[in-house]
């Protein structure tokens, strides 16, 4: 007989929905802040104790919410923002669900205290755990402030999937800083323990506000533009004046979302139009109008899907192409393939091993070269098959064969994984099968792996709480190593805080490492042939000195060192 059919109790749906829309503290200000805005504070200041996890105001000069509303504020499907179905279709707000509220209410202590312009005073109301248990009218000033303490302690299950304090504060800290990003004519005050963490005060300067949250002074390049029924902005913190750190933050509609067809025409853009090793930080701001985009696509919001995905790239991708017009074009002849070089067995040898990096920038932009210089290199052989054994004039080299390989395949997995264009479909998916820690962990990674050109999509539990995952798709580049060892090693790595770049330099060494053994490994006899094709690929490496854990590839010994060690000298 089937199991007895019945309704779940108000208490376990808010439960659930907390679940769903309150992951940490900084889903808590995610949702704080938005109802801020939303209610159209131009002054937002929120206070953390213990990174949240004790306590969280959020208090703004907002519209405040009516004295008769206030306990509809907590019921669930209870908002002020959207009528009816048709308003789906045009929404303005950043909440329209009337259930973050509720949610948060399920799992905290809330205090709201509100007043509107219209109502003398204002009200106070208390609840423990969605219950209800004051309600008072008390002086305040227009605007609302909402206390939520000990998120999750009605939840001991969830509590425990709290991280550390530092992680999760670093996570409140870069919620309130994409806010600021989109919002720069609001104010924000940050507050940690007592101690002010930032003010950013009031400004109409995007450029201005970027700066001061990024905490950068170099120039943005940005570019403005509208079409149809879109617009948008973007700012791009100048190549020639900073490190490379490719990040990429998107908001459309004034949220901050992550979306593959954006990164991907962003990335795909100065891929093809700079020069490699260049990963500059870009912000894209897009306003679309909302019939044409669809918000409401998961309960966190911080995905969207576009109506027409084939103009939004191409108009993100004329943005780009704005912006950078005056920036570094791409090297002319720059090599895409690293058989570009490749020279046949009769002239096998290349004429030099000076890997030059020359440090004059031009156009901005850092240039590398092999230098050819006219000595001449002779193979000696190879040293138990491990390093390759040379003479270049009055010099005796060794290359580490696999230190070598390493930085090759390193740098070519970091650039490709950068352009997800190179997909290999699996004609069948393979299944990856975790317990319950590595599956928690693995599943966050899932949105970003998939944003660098895998498909992984969760399938389903098997017995104790394993969870199977699907792999449908992985980049090209990662195509000849075996993906689930790619995952397995990813996952004993520390991932409390995984950064795009993070990401990327994570899967690049272990794939680096993975796909020497799957290729030609430490040991192995080389044909002059291969011995000339590795080093014209190191030469074409941006730091051909050393392998990715910054040993080195090449030892040169001096004639005169030689001349010492035989006492000849
Ligand atoms: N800071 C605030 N200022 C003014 N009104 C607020 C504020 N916070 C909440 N409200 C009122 O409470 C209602 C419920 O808020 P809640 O966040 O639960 O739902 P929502 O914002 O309508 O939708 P969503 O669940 O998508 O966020 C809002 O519709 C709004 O009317
Ligand atoms: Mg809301």
Same mark, same amino acid.
């Given at each position: 007989?089937?199991?007895?059919?019945?309704?779940?109790?108000?208490?376990?749906?808010?439960?659930?929905?907390?679940?769903?829309?309150?992951?940490?503290?900084?889903?808590?200000?995610?949702?704080?802040?938005?109802?801020?805005?939303?209610?159209?504070?131009?002054?937002?200041?929120?206070?953390?104790?213990?990174?949240?996890?004790?306590?969280?105001?959020?208090?703004?000069?907002?519209?405040?919410?009516?004295?008769?509303?206030?306990?509809?504020?907590?019921?669930?499907?209870?908002?002020?923002?959207?009528?009816?179905?048709?308003?789906?279709?045009?929404? *303005?707000?950043?909440?329209?669900?009337?259930?973050?509220?509720?949610?948060?209410?399920?799992?905290?202590?809330?205090?709201?205290?509100?007043?509107?312009?219209?109502?003398?005073?204002?009200?106070?109301?208390?609840?423990?755990?969605?219950?209800?248990?004051?309600?008072?009218?008390?002086?305040?000033?227009?605007?609302?402030?909402?206390?939520?303490?000990?998120?999750?302690?009605?939840?001991?299950?969830?509590?425990?999937?709290?991280?550390?304090?530092?992680?999760?504060?670093?996570?409140?800290?870069?919620?309130?800083?994409?806010?600021?990003?989109?919002?720069?004519?609001?104010?924000?005050?940050?507050?940690?323990?007592?101690?002010?963490?930032? @003010?950013?005060?009031?400004?109409?300067?995007?450029?201005?506000?970027?700066?001061?949250?990024?905490?950068?002074?170099?120039?943005?390049?940005?570019?403005?533009?509208?079409?149809?029924?879109?617009?948008?902005?973007?700012?791009?913190?100048?190549?020639?004046?900073?490190?490379?750190?490719?990040?990429?933050?998107?908001?459309?509609?004034?949220?901050?979302?992550?979306?593959?067809?954006?990164?991907?025409?962003?990335?795909?853009? @100065?891929?093809?139009?700079?020069?490699?090793?260049?990963?500059?930080?870009?912000?894209?701001?897009?306003?679309?109008?909302?019939?044409?985009?669809?918000?409401?696509?998961?309960?966190?919001?911080?995905?969207?899907?576009?109506?027409?995905?084939?103009?939004?790239?191409?108009?993100?991708?004329?943005?780009?192409?704005?912006?950078?017009?005056?920036?570094?074009?791409?090297?002319?002849?720059?090599?895409?393939?690293?058989?570009?070089?490749?020279?046949?067995?009769?002239?096998?040898?290349?004429? *030099?091993?000076?890997?030059?990096?020359?440090?004059?920038?031009?156009?901005?932009?850092?240039?590398?070269?092999?230098?050819?210089?006219?000595?001449?290199?002779?193979?000696?052989?190879?040293?138990?098959?491990?390093?390759?054994?040379?003479?270049?004039?009055?010099?005796?080299?060794?290359?580490?064969?696999?230190?070598?390989?390493?930085?090759?395949?390193?740098?070519?997995?970091?650039?490709?994984?950068?352009?997800?264009?190179?997909?290999?479909?699996?004609?069948?998916?393979?299944?990856?099968?975790?317990?319950?820690?590595?599956?928690?962990?693995?599943?966050?990674?899932?949105?970003?792996?998939?944003?660098?050109?895998?498909?992984?999509?969760?399938?389903?539990?098997?017995?104790?709480?394993?969870?199977?995952?699907?792999?449908?798709?992985?980049?090209?580049?990662?195509?000849?190593?075996?993906?689930?060892?790619?995952?397995?090693?990813?996952?004993?790595?520390?991932?409390?805080?995984?950064?795009?770049?993070?990401?990327?330099?994570?899967?690049?060494?272990?794939?680096?490492?993975? *796909?020497?053994?799957?290729?030609?490994?430490?040991?192995?006899?080389?044909?002059?042939?291969?011995?000339?094709?590795?080093?014209?690929?190191?030469?074409?490496?941006?730091?051909?000195?050393?392998?990715?854990?910054?040993?080195?590839?090449?030892?040169?010994?001096?004639?005169?060192?030689?001349?010492?060690?035989?006492?000849?000298?």
């Amino acid at each position: 007989m089937g199991k007895k059919i019945h309704q779940l109790s108000l208490d376990i749906v808010n439960k659930i929905a907390a679940g769903e829309v309150v992951e940490r503290p900084a889903s808590v200000i995610k949702e704080l802040v938005e109802n801020s805005i939303d209610a159209e504070a131009n002054d937002i200041h929120i206070e953390l104790v213990d990174a949240g996890k004790k306590q969280i105001l959020v208090k703004d000069n907002g519209a405040g919410i009516n004295n008769d509303d206030i306990d509809l504020a907590l019921t669930r499907h209870a908002t002020s923002k959207i009528q009816d179905l048709e308003d789906l279709y045009s929404i *303005s707000t950043l909440g329209f669900r009337g259930e973050a509220l509720p949610a948060i209410a399920s799992v905290s202590k809330m205090n709201i205290t509100s007043k509107t312009k219209d109502d003398g005073a204002g009200t106070k109301l208390y609840a423990e755990y969605g219950d209800i248990k004051s309600r008072n009218k008390k002086a305040v000033s227009n605007g609302t402030a909402i206390s939520v303490e000990e998120l999750y302690s009605n939840t001991p299950a969830r509590l425990k999937f709290l991280r550390k304090s530092n992680t999760e504060l670093s996570h409140c800290i870069s919620t309130v800083n994409n806010y600021a990003i989109a919002y720069p004519s609001v104010s924000f005050k940050l507050m940690h323990n007592g101690r002010s963490l930032f @003010f950013l005060p009031q400004t109409n300067n995007t450029e201005q506000r970027l700066s001061s949250v990024l905490g950068t002074k170099a120039k943005w390049l940005s570019a403005k533009s509208a079409y149809e029924y879109a617009s948008g902005e973007v700012f791009i913190l100048d190549p020639s004046e900073t490190d490379t750190v490719r990040e990429i933050r998107i908001f459309v509609n004034g949220r901050f979302v992550r979306d593959r067809i954006v990164n991907h025409a962003v990335t795909s853009y @100065f891929e093809k139009h700079l020069s490699t090793g260049t990963e500059p930080l870009i912000v894209m701001f897009l306003n679309i109008d909302p019939a044409f985009v669809d918000a409401n696509v998961s309960p966190t919001k911080n995905e969207v899907r576009f109506r027409e995905p084939n103009f939004i790239y191409s108009f993100v991708q004329s943005l780009m192409e704005q912006a950078l017009k005056d920036a570094a074009p791409k090297r002319p002849g720059q090599a895409q393939t690293f058989s570009a070089n490749y020279q046949t067995a009769s002239d096998a040898m290349p004429q *030099s091993l000076n890997f030059t990096t020359d440090t004059k920038k031009q156009s901005g932009t850092e240039q590398k070269r092999l230098d050819i210089p006219s000595s001449q290199i002779k193979m000696i052989g190879q040293f138990k098959m491990q390093y390759i054994v040379m003479e270049e004039n009055e010099k005796l080299i060794l290359i580490d064969q696999h230190a070598a390989h390493e930085r090759i395949n390193f740098e070519r997995i970091t650039a490709s994984l950068a352009d997800t264009k190179e997909l290999q479909q699996l004609l069948i998916p393979d299944t990856l099968e975790l317990n319950i820690g590595d599956s928690l962990k693995f599943r966050e990674l899932i949105p970003q792996l998939n944003e660098k050109g895998f498909s992984i999509e969760e399938f389903g539990r098997g017995a104790k709480g394993k969870a199977t995952f699907l792999i449908r798709s992985i980049p090209r580049i990662l195509s000849n190593i075996d993906v689930k060892e790619l995952f397995l090693e990813l996952i004993k790595e520390d991932l409390s805080d995984v950064s795009r770049q993070a990401l990327t330099k994570k899967l690049a060494l272990i794939g680096a490492r993975l *796909s020497c053994h799957a290729s030609i490994r430490g040991k192995e006899r080389l044909s002059d042939m291969e011995v000339n094709q590795l080093l014209n690929q190191l030469g074409k490496c941006e730091f051909p000195y050393t392998c990715p854990h910054g040993r080195p590839t090449k030892i040169e010994i001096t004639l005169s060192d030689i001349e010492k060690m035989f006492k000849r000298k």
